[in-house]
């Protein structure tokens, strides 16, 4: 069955980095697009990024110039690489697969990763 594995969280401070990876399994990963979702506390899940088959990619404006997504198709695997955080950034971020036409509402979701950003 499709499995996405999230890793890379932690805890750092405002301006650090940190890069997430998602490995993924299960299926034909590079017939898809892959997304990077989060979820704060109290509020909903929003979108992060979007990567296509392409290599095309897509921002949300709040992360637009400071997130990096890549994909590696020979380790079936998607990056998020996170520059110059924000304590807004934290939150739950999560991995999730799509079709290219779909690409807002995934349709496998890996289990989370937490990222917190001290002030």
């Known amino acids: 069955q499709v499995q996405l594995v999230e890793s890379g969280g932690g805890l750092v401070q405002a301006g650090d980095s940190l890069r997430l990876s998602c490995i993924a399994s299960?299926?034909?990963?590079?017939?898809?697009?892959m997304d990077w979702f989060r979820q704060a506390p109290g509020k909903e899940r929003e979108f992060v990024a979007v990567?296509?088959?392409?290599?095309?990619?897509y921002y949300a404006d709040s992360v637009k110039g400071r997130f990096t997504i890549s994909r590696d198709n020979a380790k079936n695997t998607v990056y998020l690489q996170m520059d110059n955080l924000k304590p807004e950034d934290t939150a739950v971020y999560y991995c999730?697969?799509?079709?290219?036409?779909?690409?807002?509402?995934?349709?496998?979701w890996g289990q989370g990763t937490q990222v917190t950003v001290s002030s």
């Open positions: 990567i296509f088959m392409t290599e095309e990619t």
């Open positions: 999730a697969r799509a079709k290219a036409l779909t690409w807002r509402a995934p349709d496998y």
């Open positions: 299960g299926h034909s990963f590079g017939h898809y697009a």
